[in-house]
C-alpha cells in the first residue's frame, strides 16, 4: 500500500518531489522496487490480500493503494495476471463474498482493459520492448522445434545466437556482439528451450495445481480433492533437467 503512495507520487508529482529520485530504479513507477514490474505483481497479491481483511474501513483504503501499483506501472504481465484473479473470483461458489468478489472482479476487468489500451496507445512498437519480445518468442519456439529435448539448463544465452533470426529478425536493440538475451522474457519459454518438451509439460503440471487450488477454496465440493500431480511434476521437471544439463 505504501509502494502505491510512492508510485503515485512517481508517476505524477516527480518534477514536485524531487526526493523520489534518490530511489534507484531501472523502470519507473516502482515505489521501492527496483522495477516497475515487480511493484505490479506484488500490489496485485496486496489487492487480493487486503479484500480478506474482515475490518471494512481498512479493506477498502488498502486494496485501493495497492491498486494504484498494481495499475499505474502499466505492467501487461501484472494486468493479465489481474485479468486471470478476476476469472477465477467470477467463478467464484463462495455465497459470502459472492457479490464482493464478481464487483471487485468487474473493476479489475474495466481497469485492465483500460491500462491495456493506455498503454499501447503510448507506444512506438518500432522502438519499443514489444516488437524484441516478439522476436524472442518466435525464436524460442524455433529453438525448441530444432532440439526438443532441450538446449541445457542455462544455455539460453550460448543458443540463442545460432537462432536470433530463425524465425524473426531480432532487432539490434535487442541483439548485438557485446550484448544477447539471457531468457526469452517468457519462463515458460526459456524453461522449455532449456530442459526440452518433457521440461516443459512438468511446468504446465505445475502450473495447473495452482488454479485447481483456488478452485478447492471456492467449491466445498472440490475441498476433499488430492493433487498427487504435483510431486510428479516436479519430478518431471527435474528429471528433464538433468537430462539436458550442460548440452
Known amino acids: 500500500a505504501l509502494n502505491g503512495v510512492l508510485a503515485l507520487g512517481q508517476s505524477e508529482f516527480k518534477e514536485s518531489l524531487p526526493w523520489l529520485d534518490w530511489i534507484l530504479q531501472t523502470v519507473s513507477p516502482a515505489g521501492t522496487f527496483v522495477n516497475k514490474n515487480y511493484l505490479a505483481e506484488s500490489a496485485l497479491v496486496g489487492v487480493v490480500l487486503a479484500l480478506t481483511l474482515h475490518l471494512w474501513w481498512l479493506r477498502w483504503p488498502l486494496a485501493a493503494l495497492c491498486g494504484l501499483g498494481w495499475l499505474l506501472p502499466l505492467s501487461r504481465g501484472a494486468m493479465l495476471a489481474g485479468a486471470v484473479v478476476a476469472l477465477l473470483w467470477l467463478l467464484s461458489r463462495d455465497r459470502a463474498r459472492k457479490v464482493t468478489c ?4 468487474g473493476l479489475i476487468v474495466v481497469v485492465a482493459a483500460g491500462g491495456f489500451t493506455w498503454h499501447y496507445w503510448g507506444v512506438d512498437l518500432d522502438q519499443s520492448s514489444f516488437g524484441d519480445r ?38 539490434a536493440d535487442a541483439y548485438r556482439f557485446n550484448s544477447r538475451p539471457r531468457t526469452a522474457h517468457n519462463d515458460f519459454l526459456t524453461l522449455t528451450t532449456e530442459t526440452g518438451i518433457i521440461g516443459g509439460a512438468g511446468i504446465i503440471v505445475l502450473q495447473v495445481e495452482e488454479p485447481l487450488s483456488v478452485c478447492v477454496v471456492c467449491h466445498p465440493l472440490a475441498r476433499r480433492v488430492q493433487f498427487p500431480h504435483v510431486s510428479p511434476g516436479y519430478g518431471i521437471h527435474g528429471c528433464a533437467g538433468r537430462w539436458t544439463f550442460g548440452g
Open 102 to 105: 464478481r464487483v471487485v472482479a
Open 134 to 171: 516478439v522476436s524472442f518468442y518466435a525464436n524460442s519456439l524455433a529453438m525448441i522445434g530444432d532440439k526438443p529435448f532441450g538446449h541445457g539448463i542455462g544455455n539460453f544465452w550460448a543458443a540463442y545466437p545460432n537462432y536470433h533470426d530463425a524465425a524473426i529478425s531480432t532487432p
